[in-house]
Every structure is written in C-alpha cells, then in structure tokens.
C-alpha cells in the first residue's frame, strides 16, 4: 500500500504559479500510474492530469493544456504539477492519486477517470483571486 501526500498548494492571483508536491510512502513509486485531480465546491471531482509509470506518457485534461505540466522523480518518490498562467476558475482542492496498473493498460487516457486509482492522497488547497 501507498501513502500520498499533497503540499504546495496556497492563494495566488491570477496569472500566477503554482508547484504542487505529491510525496509517497510505503511504496516505490515507480510501481504506480500517478494522477491528479481536482474538485471545486458543488463540482465533481475532475481529472487534471495523468502520467505512466516511467513518465512516457502523459495525459491532460483539455482546460490545462498548455498551462499545466505533470512530472515525476521515482528516485525521490515525488510527482509534482506545474500550475502557470492560473486562472480563477482553477480553484479547487487538489488530489493526487496512485494505480499499480495491474491490468496492464498502455492508454494513459483510461486514467481520466476517478475511479481507476486505487489510492488518494487528503489534497491541498488553491485558490486563484481575479
């Protein structure tokens, strides 16, 4: 089992930037497909962004694109997620998640969904003011 946690998350005016942190434990990290997510109040919780195992395959959710960048260092057990050119519509609490992929799956786009991950990190907290 996996521990995850969040961090870098806080209050930025738009136009700004933001790095989260996602920290495992328990776990090589290298073992998981890694995501994040995010959910707004009175919203459903929505996926951002997804990456293999190795990091070779990367997938965004549309609203992100360009501004957005997930990365990861197995060495370090570490995912991060590059926020640049926020939004106010960006705030929300955001997730990170892990899968062992144990079915195997060579679409990183089968990670869009929520309920693929079989293990969630508490989420932290950002919010972009206009």
């Known amino acids: 089992q996996v521990q995850l946690v969040e961090s870098g998350g806080g209050l930025v005016q738009a136009g700004g930037s933001l790095r989260l942190s996602c920290a495992a434990s328990g776990r090589t990290l290298s073992s998981y497909v890694m995501g994040w997510f995010r959910q707004a109040p009175g919203k459903e919780r929505e996926s951002v962004a997804a990456?293999?195992?190795?990091?070779?395959?990367?997938y965004y959710a549309d609203s992100v694109k360009g501004r957005f960048t997930i990365s990861r260092d197995n060495a370090k057990n570490t995912v991060h997620l590059q926020m640049n050119s926020l939004k106010p519509e960006d705030t929300a609490v955001y997730f990170c998640?892990?899968?062992?992929?144990?079915?195997?799956?060579?679409?990183?786009?089968?990670?869009?969904?929520?309920?693929?991950?079989?293990?969630w990190g508490q989420g932290t907290q950002v919010t972009v003011s206009s």
């Open positions: 990456i293999s195992r190795r990091g070779g395959r990367i």
């Open positions: 998640a892990a899968d062992p992929n144990l079915l195997g799956v060579t679409s990183i786009s089968y990670y869009r969904g929520s309920d693929k991950y079989a293990y």
